[in-house]
């Protein structure tokens, strides 16, 4: 009780600090400006009656989500799904995605309040949830705390734990314990993730492992077919590599690797996709800087003999890109970001290479690499080397291509796990 309050206290000591950090996100990103009071729980228009909350972080939450959401959409229709992000790329991909059931009010959308008391006691004044889901490990004593103190269900759905978040999770144990006792459920990616979380407080009775939802991928059943589209209009002919979800600091070692790829396949052309939105410009600029003819995606300019690089500039085609390649590196792993969802590109018959800092996704890539299917790299001549060596052995491609997608359908039904457990507190 003292550490969560000396918690609030410093929260709220700290906003001057915070809303100095948001109006420099708001220079890259103008999004940040808009909808201010609703992160201090401040809402308007409709007020619902009852509601199911899910709160997920960003993009990549949202996504492991969605098949999740539509489940609960579908099977509790007297309920409005209020559905809670902290980004406005976040926010984006939620409009598009329930842009019908928003219009209808079945979904709303609106940023999570900060983890101040007041603000969270506001947002469950206004949208009266019956059930709290959250994706992954974004864990906020408050927001817990007086959701469990209205006894409404807190449920931590495809949870995970790193030892170094874990280590992080020790040194502030006072305060993280307790909460630990306020979660209703976690459901776990793995063994390992569930002992982390009792190690740290949790009742065992209140763990459950389901595995992880990134294989329960919600594909689209006209997808194959738009990415097999734009694969035309970039050249059937071609040797595609697609450079996917990069950050700041890999972009020029991927452009460096594609210097290798072009050097020993004349006709390769490369798709590079920056993963946030504000620094689609930047990385433009880098490809100019580095003399490649290029062309963006967001202004349909036409890919010829002489493009070598293609943007990615856009919102929500990363899938259709990925489907549209015939080898893909899964960025934030040649920098300690910590690697992204490399199930989609397998899902899509494209098989994927990753650098070695995945520890968000350690859990699937060491499955993956198990199972052969995944291949790591440590350098930008690496994977210039994995990539030419793939591309010039077509069975090798087909095959790994195959087994990509395979051992995605096979490792399917977290989902289904997760909705029964869910189903349970409804």
Known sequence: M??????????????????????????????????????FGFYSGRKPE???????????????AKSLADR??????????????????????????????????????????????GAVKRFLNWFNPRLLVIMETELWPNIIHFTDKRNIPVVVANARLSEKSANGYRKVLPLFRPMMREVSLIAAQSDIDGERFVELGLPPANLQVTGTVKFDLDIEPGMEASAKELRGLWGNERNIFIAASTHEGEDEQLLEAFLYIRS???????????????RFEAVADIIKARGFQFSRLSRDEPVGESTEVVLGDTMGDLLRMLGAADVAFIGGSLVP???HNMLESLAMGTPAFTGPHVFNFQVVADLLS???VLRTVSSPLGLGQAVVTLLNDSEAHKTLADRGRQVVQDNRGAMERLFNLISKYL
């Open 2 to 39: 003292l550490t969560r309050w000396l918690y609030s206290l410093a929260f709220y000591l700290a906003i001057p600090i915070i809303l100095i950090r948001l109006r420099k996100r708001v220079k890259k990103n103008p999004a940040y400006r808009h909808r201010i009071r609703e992160r």
């Open 50 to 64: 009852q509601s199911i909350w899910f709160h997920t972080v960003s993009v990549g939450e949202f996504v492991a």
């Open 72 to 117: 609960v959409l579908k099977a509790y229709p007297q309920h409005t799904l209020v559905i809670t992000t902290m980004t406005p790329t976040g926010s984006d991909r939620v409009c598009a995605a329930y842009q019908q059931q928003i219009a209808e009010g079945r979904v709303l959308h609106v940023y999570a309040p900060y983890d101040l008391p």
């Open 264 to 278: 020993n396949i004349e006709n390769a052309l490369m798709v590079i996709v920056p993963r946030h939105p504000e």
């Open 337 to 339: 970001v910590g690697g």
């Open 370 to 372: 198990e199972l052969d």
